[in-house]
């Protein structure tokens, strides 16, 4: 099999270490092997020295980065799921790792007597609703047609779970996707419990308008019955690099050999500090990079990508200056990522260092 990449461009205006050939001129990469490609392994992966993909767009616990507002929003997450707190509120913008901390939360329960159910795509009618939730929570058929039988039949399961010592709960992931219906159909299924418990646990997760449509009057009793609230941040400059250098060695590679400090503060500042579209920035410089046979990848190449995608450019895509002061970031051991101080190095000190 045959791979060929192209770059280049005919612009006499390329960043630097994007430019391929004097004059514009296109050089195209080829790679043949006479195995099939393990698409598993990503095609970069020899020339950066890369065992797996570090920056797919899917939830993988394997590679969390958990900044300190991170932490919190985990632990929150973790006590909400192991006792009977009733209504558990997690907000945070697109790409900012709800459901990623969702997921781990709910792996780290195990093999328990508790049961969850999770929705990830919340935007139904109510009698379909009823009918995830009871074949989800394993109820009977007419349950799934009649809300009466539904509501008597969640009611027993949670009473009996309880009484084992489990929790029933529900997750909605894409919370601010539901409609009014839902959310009020939300609401009446957390009047669930006892004179002194509450049986059903219900987490929404979503995006900051969600907080805004807990607003409105008409959703007053919702919110009112919120126990836990927690909000996800997007990631500093200094998590930023703790991110990106994490991701790389859980991947195998060697972060300094991978990029430049200053391509990793223009990833930063072009996505905001949002993990997902790190991402898709980093994922995209690998791939340029390698086209380009530019090892490490510079601001330059991040601008290009930033163009092909129409993110907002960096203002500053120029090669290292000794005038930039340095940004201090987190060490990583095999086990993952640590969090920095974040403290200034002190002289004759090691700091910490993203290469």
């Keep these: ?199 059903l646990n219900i987490v929404m997760s979503g995006q900051p308008e969600l907080s805004l449509r807990l607003n409105d009057p008409s959703l007053r009793q919702l919110k009112q019955r919120i126990a836990l609230r927690c909000e996800l941040a997007h990631l500093t400059a200094e998590e930023t690099f703790s991110y990106v250098s994490g991701r790389l060695r859980i991947a195998g590679g060697s972060p300094g050999d991978i990029f430049t400090r200053d391509a990793v503060l223009a990833v930063h500042e072009a996505s905001a500090g949002v993990p997902r579209t790190i991402n898709v920035l980093c994922d995209n410089a690998l791939i340029t990079g390698l086209a380009a046979q530019v090892k490490p990848i510079d601001a330059g190449i991040v601008a290009q990508v930033c163009r092909d995608f129409d993110f907002a450019l960096p203002t500053d895509a120029a090669p290292a200056s000794p005038e930039r002061p340095a940004v201090p970031v987190s060490s990583h051991d095999a086990n993952g990522p640590e969090t920095s101080t974040g403290e200034p190095d002190a002289p004759g000190k090691p700091g910490f260092s993203f290469f």
């Design 1 to 199: 099999m045959t791979v060929k990449l192209l770059a280049g461009s005919s612009s006499g205006n390329q960043p630097n270490g994007v430019a391929l050939a004097e004059q514009g001129v296109t050089r195209a990469v080829t790679i043949s092997t006479s195995k099939p490609i393990d698409w598993r392994r990503p095609l970069y992966g020899d020339y950066y020295g890369i065992a797996e993909a570090p920056f797919e767009l899917t939830p993988n616990p394997r590679f969390l980065f958990l900044s300190p507002r991170q932490r919190e929003v985990l632990s929150n997450l973790r006590y909400a799921l192991a006792t009977t707190k009733g209504f558990t509120l997690i907000l945070g913008d697109a790409g900012t790792g709800k459901t990623t901390l969702v997921r781990l939360a709910l792996a780290e329960l195990g093999d328990s007597t508790s049961q969850y159910v999770l929705i990830n795509n919340p935007s139904l009618g109510r009698d379909e609703f009823y009918q995830y939730l009871a074949r989800e929570f394993g109820l009977s058929a007419e349950a799934a047609t009649s809300k009466a039988v539904f509501l008597s039949e969640l009611q027993a399961d949670v009473e009996a779970r309880f009484a084992s010592g489990g929790i029933t709960g529900l997750i909605v992931d894409e919370a601010q996707s539901m409609s009014h219906q839902l959310l009020e159909e939300i609401r009446l299924l957390g009047n669930i419990e006892t004179s002194t418990n509450k049986l």
